[in-house]
């Protein structure tokens, strides 16, 4: 069965970097044409997509935070990465990796989740 | 970019009873780019509808979805205690992809 989990620092400084890795279990990270993405959902408050990225390297971000924004892929270790920079209290949530379904698809939707890593901007 | 309008904010309702959540697009949506989701506290969010109608695996015959154009419902039939949590509809678009409405909690009356 297939399933994702999120890993990282819980605490990140104000101006400072968000990394997160998902890892990926009980299936293949490359052998679908599934892409793999992040959501985020603040304290008390709904969802986020951030961006997808398929095991090729193809990146879609949320325009809100494409600046500062890096998903990356490592297909040795079946992990997926999330690097936000200049990060601000704005940016304290439970972060998610998912998959959701690739463009050009005909329903569109996010199937298996992660369990969540709440990450902290303070300094 | 489309908003997704969820009403009520909160639904209190009884084991047994009928509830309908709603979730209103700001455009005219594709029904295949709707899906719904549950979230539990401290879980993740459970995809239960995608296709605006169709249930994704292991969702119980009770929890039914429908609509079409900027209307959308969920409907759960005849509620039981673990059906008593948040809900989200989903759409897609180009930019952003994957926006949320922004929840309905439906609480035990």
């Known amino acids: 069965q297939l399933q994702l989990r999120e890993s990282g620092p819980g605490l990140v400084k104000p101006s400072e970097t968000l990394s997160l890795t998902c890892t990926i279990s009980?299936?293949?990270?490359?052998?679908?044409?599934?892409?793999w993405g992040w959501i985020r959902q603040p304290p008390g408050k709904g969802l986020e997509w951030i961006g997808s990225?398929?095991?090729?390297?193809?990146?879609y971000y949320n325009p809100s935070l494409k600046s500062r924004l890096t998903i990356s892929v490592d297909k040795s270790m079946n992990q997926f990465s999330l690097k936000l920079s200049s990060v601000t209290a704005a940016d304290t949530a439970v972060y998610y990796c998912?998959?959701?379904?690739?463009?050009?698809?005909?329903?569109?939707?996010?199937?298996?989740w992660g369990r969540g890593t709440t990450v902290t901007v303070t300094s | 970019e489309i908003v997704l309008t969820q009403s009520p904010g909160t639904l209190s309702l009884s084991p047994g009873e009928r509830a309908t959540l709603s979730c209103r697009a700001s455009?005219?949506?594709?029904?295949?780019?709707v899906a719904w989701y549950q979230q539990k506290p401290g879980q993740a969010p459970r995809l239960l509808i995608y296709?605006?109608?169709i249930r994704a695996t292991g969702i119980p015959d009770r929890i039914s979805g429908s609509g079409s154009g900027t209307d959308f419902t969920l409907t759960i039939s005849r509620l039981e205690p673990e059906d008593f949590a948040v809900y989200y509809c989903?759409?897609?678009?180009?930019?952003?992809?994957?926006?949320f409405g922004q929840g309905t909690k439906l609480e035990i009356k």
């Open positions: 998912a998959r959701p379904s690739p463009p050009g698809s005909y329903y569109y939707y996010m199937d298996v």
């Open positions: 009980g299936g293949s990270f490359t052998s679908s044409s599934y892409y």
């Open positions: 990225i398929y095991y090729t390297g193809n990146t």
């Open positions: 455009q005219t949506v594709p029904s295949s780019y």
């Open positions: 296709g605006a109608s």
């Open positions: 989903q759409q897609y678009e180009s930019s952003p992809p994957y926006t």
